[in-house]
């Protein structure tokens, strides 16, 4: 079972519900070790005393918020919570919408919601049902204040199945408009967009539709550079990246293009490969053989 990164309670009207928040993604990206290319040793990076030079322990640090230039004020782990203990410790519904209504633009982080009490008593996992099943039933999710570390987030509770989750919201004002963009009307007539062109392309849409099914997409990129570092390991020098295929040079012709000859060669492929149902899955990457390279030594960086 996953550690929960915060405890607290759902407000939901004069009702609490107390629960712990656990994270919902399964971070899987490559991470590589930034190298002195001179001699192949991993870099390691120091806190360090900007007047004295010395090397600081995390003992030592605090947090300290400039109000004037070369002055701080220290500000604690318990001083940011005793700023507002209920914001802290609360997952606060203000308002329920339709979850139709919130634009896909505005969701950016989930984490589960689960009944904090593990044992048998019979108080918070009811309200905890009575929550789930009432927005399930109405189809409503909750718009949600709550604070995480040391920054406030605006959320939406919603069920998933036998859970609640919680999906941290970007502010209207962290999303940029299009309004700079310089983009074509909505009507598509009177755009250079002919009517069988268009009938095509619905055409094109109709047969590539499916159900959605999230688990039949993979990182194909990440399988295929952990290949090109087994093949390194493997052969013990550099390869050079293949050039792209003529087709897809092809592709990147800037002149005019033929819509209804590139729409009679997509009719009948189902979009090609990405979505091509009945092919099998790739190949799990293959695991790194250990070679002899030097150890990292203690607090070295990772880059991402």
Same mark, same amino acid.
């Given at each position: @079972? ?11 009207? !004069? ?8 994270? #919902? ?18 870099? &390691? ?48 519904? !203000? ?20 009944? +904090? ?31 995480? =570390?040391? =920054? ?5 509770? &919603? ?22 963009? %310089? ?9 250079? !967009?002919?009517?069988?062109? !268009? ?8 047969? @590539? ?32 990246? #293949? ?14 293009? %033929?819509?209804? #000859? ?12 990405? +979505? ?29």
């Amino acid at each position: @079972m996953p550690r929960s990164i915060w405890k607290g309670s759902i407000s939901f009207g !004069l009702v609490q519900i107390p629960v712990a928040l656990y994270p #919902a993604e399964e971070p899987n990206e490559l991470h590589f070790t930034q190298l002195d290319k001179r001699n192949m040793t991993p870099i &390691r990076y120091e806190r360090v005393n900007r007047e004295t030079g010395e090397t600081v322990s995390w003992d030592d640090i605090v947090r300290g918020y400039p109000y004037e230039k070369g002055e701080y004020v220290v500000m604690s782990d318990e001083d940011l919570r005793r700023a507002n203990v209920e914001a802290t410790q609360t997952v606060d519904i !203000l308002d329920f919408v339709d979850e139709s209504d919130i634009d896909p633009m505005y969701y950016d982080k989930p984490y589960y919601l689960a009944p +904090a009490s593990q044992n048998k008593k019979k108080s918070p996992v009811t309200a905890y049902v009575l929550l789930r099943e009432a927005l399930r039933k109405t189809g409503k999710v909750g718009i949600a204040k709550v604070v995480i =570390r040391t =920054r406030e987030h605006i959320a939406a509770v &919603r069920p998933r199945g036998r859970a609640l989750v919680l999906n941290l919201l970007r502010f209207a004002h962290e999303l940029r408009t299009d309004e700079e963009l %310089d983009l074509p009307e909505m009507e598509a007539e009177g755009k250079g !967009l002919g009517k069988r062109e !268009l009938e095509m392309a619905e055409r094109l849409v109709a047969e @590539m539709a499916t159900d959605w099914r999230p688990e039949k997409y993979k990182d194909e990129y990440r399988d295929d550079v952990m290949k090109l570092i087994e093949k390194k390991v493997k052969s013990g020098q550099t390869t050079t990246p #293949a050039e792209p295929a003529e087709e897809e040079d092809k592709r990147r012709d800037t002149g005019t293009v %033929d819509l209804i #000859a590139l729409l009679k060669k997509s009719l009948g492929q189902k979009g090609g490969k990405a +979505a091509n149902d009945d092919k099998e899955p790739r190949e799990s990457s293959p695991k790194v053989r250990k070679t002899d390279t030097p150890k990292r030594k203690s607090g070295s960086r990772r880059a991402a």
